[in-house]
């Protein structure tokens, strides 16, 4: 019990220190990187667990890559976004490499099946998977 009140603190922790940004600020977002290598489940029931998996690209002198991750409900679907920002540094940077996230992410049941995972894209075109019962 005590690890699980420790989970929820740290992350109200951040949680309360994200809302401490400007989230209209195109700075303090950071821009959107290229999200690569995405597998899903094939098929879940709203009573199976989702497993996502991907990575993202950020320059080596980012100042901090982070993924967001939020519900994305529309009038004729169910699902969620995922959304990976960098903060690049222009000036000073010697590093020529490309630095490689990857993630894995559960998504619990009970949840909406169809779901929709949507994985925003630089150029604006986002990639879509759909995973069905």
């Known amino acids: 019990m005590i690890g699980r009140r420790m ?11 994200a809302a401490c940004t400007s989230g209209t600020d195109p700075v303090a977002q950071g821009q959107v990187v290229q999200i690569v290598d995405i597998t899903t489940s094939a098929h879940a029931a709203s009573t199976d667990t989702i ?12 100042t901090g ?22 903060h690049p540094v222009e000036q000073g940077c010697v590093l ?7 993630v894995v992410y559960a998504i619990p049941p009970i949840h ?22």
């Open 7 to 17: 989970v929820v603190g740290v992350g109200a922790v951040v949680v309360g220190a």
């Open 51 to 62: 497993k996502v998996a991907f990575s993202y690209v950020t320059s080596p002198c980012d």
């Open 65 to 86: 890559a982070a993924l967001e991750v939020r519900d994305e409900n529309g009038s004729d679907y169910a699902g969620m976004r995922f959304t990976a920002r960098s």
């Open 96 to 102: 020529s490499s490309m630095a490689m996230h990857s």
């Open 112 to 133: 909406f099946a169809p779901m929709r995972l949507i994985f925003s894209e630089p150029d604006g075109n986002d990639t879509v998977r759909v995973v069905g019962p």
